[in-house]
């Protein structure tokens, strides 16, 4: 019974995310690849000596790239085949390879300070990775998500086991990428992994600095002004979030309730980081870590104003969790995984609405009731929400109880040496 509902969550996903990239091969085809188009257009601009920043692909114009400048250089072996399928299907292989070990590490974790796995539960796990819900939306328009969380999770993995200087390597690669990645900073600093801050900071750092003799501070400078401030700025949540929007952040409900967009990120921070402190108190043993690490993860995303395509980069370390926990702390995070398996927004209900042929007078009943609900909220943030109450519940059952030997931290475990 207890992997009864690892299955089910994982399970869940997979199967709607098999019938998603079926709907959207038959009715959004137009759309395939698009970020990958991005990225191959602006490697080959750059490598023809134009803007990087000014080329979009000829069927989205609107589109272009807003990665860091050294970033591009990743793609100049995409940029030099002319034919832009072939070299998305080069780009999917070497994705589908970070997919696979992704999933060899969430096995192995959940192995290393758990119960083994059947042939049953590796198959889900890969089968989530690669297919669920969450992985076919950003591989069908050809995201970096999956191996930014494969990067995340070679940080996480390394830093339990005492490699710093490789952790943070991994971290500072997918914080140079995606930027907010950054974020994890904090649970570096609460590890006290000064070496790993070290390395981060090096990586990141120094790579982002590297584009300045590449490509000139001129660009970098369109980088960060073009491309990165404009992400940041609040005009979408003035007087409310509109329903259809996909953001999952936790700044949709308290646009909702008028708070000055402005203080969004106040507000988002002051309730968030008590929940972050509560799970930092205490690291012990594995799991109490991979909460630790969870709930920083979680509230980065939801600090940030963050689209649904990134919930990939909280794989590692949802999946053990959902093997590792137990109690209630169990059954929350069960059930928080659950609801994230529907990733909805107002959008996607008119959507199945018009695939089923909604009778005339279903349609406007259906909508009024869910404009508001997605108005305040989606169930991908309140699934979050609910793993994060997992993590706390987890937290206060622990925290009173008797420190193992061995576990302290800092010490590694038997765990730990395995």
Not at 28 to 37: E, H, M, P, S, V
Not at 171 to 192: C, I, M, Q, S, T
Not at 342 to 352: A, E, K, Q, W, Y
Not at 360 to 376: H, I, M, N, Y
């Amino acid at each position: 019974m207890r992997r009864a509902g690892p299955r089910l969550v994982l399970a869940l996903g997979l199967v709607l995310g098999v019938a998603t990239l079926a709907y959207q091969s038959l009715t959004q085809a137009g759309k395939f690849a698009i970020d990958f188009q991005v990225y191959y257009y602006a490697a080959r601009a750059s490598l023809a000596g134009d803007a990087m920043y000014a080329a979009s692909p000829p069927a989205f114009p609107a589109f272009g790239y807003v990665y860091p400048p050294v970033t591009v250089v990743a793609f100049y072996p995409f940029a030099l085949v002319d034919d832009w399928l072939v070299s998305f299907a080069l780009f999917a292989a070497l994705k589908l390879v970070a997919g696979i070990a992704l999933a060899l590490l969430l096995v192995r974790t959940v192995e290393r300070f758990g119960p083994s796995l059947s042939r049953v539960d590796e198959v889900l796990v890969g089968g989530y990775v690669l297919l669920s819900i969450h992985s076919v939306v950003p591989q069908f328009y050809g995201e970096t998500n999956l191996p930014l969380a494969f990067a995340l999770a070679v940080g996480f993995v390394a830093l339990e086991r005492g490699d710093e200087g490789r952790s943070g390597v991994a971290f500072g690669l997918a914080a140079l990428v995606k930027v907010f990645p950054a974020g994890v900073g904090l649970w570096l600093l609460r590890r006290r992994s000064w070496r790993a801050v070290g390395a981060a900071v090096a990586t990141g750092g120094g790579l982002l600095a590297l584009g300045v003799p590449l490509f000139g501070l001129d660009v970098t400078r369109t980088w960060l002004f073009d491309a990165v401030l404009p992400r940041l700025r609040h005009d979408a949540f003035a007087g409310g979030l509109a329903p259809e929007a996909t953001y999952f952040t936790l700044r949709r409900p308290l646009s909702v309730l008028g708070v000055d967009p402005s203080l969004l990120p106040v507000f988002a921070a002051v309730m968030l980081a008590p929940v972050v402190a509560y799970c930092y108190r205490d690291l012990r043993t594995p799991t109490d870590r991979l909460v630790g690490a969870y709930v920083t993860l979680v509230a980065v995303l939801l600090f940030f104003p963050t689209y649904f395509v990134y919930f990939p980069l909280l794989f590692f370390p949802l999946v053990p969790l959902l093997y590792l926990l137990e109690g209630r702390a169990r059954r929350l995070f069960l059930a928080g995984a659950l609801v994230t398996d529907l990733p909805l927004t107002l959008g996607s209900v008119r959507r199945f609405l018009d695939l089923v042929s909604a009778p005339t007078g279903v349609r406007p009943p259906v909508l009024a009731a869910a404009e508001p609900v997605f108005t305040l909220g989606t169930p991908l943030l309140w699934g979050c929400l609910l793993t994060l109450a997992g993590c706390v519940c987890h937290v206060r059952r622990t925290a009173d109880a008797p420190e193992p030997s061995g576990t302290a931290e800092g010490r590694p475990s038997g765990l730990d040496r395995r």
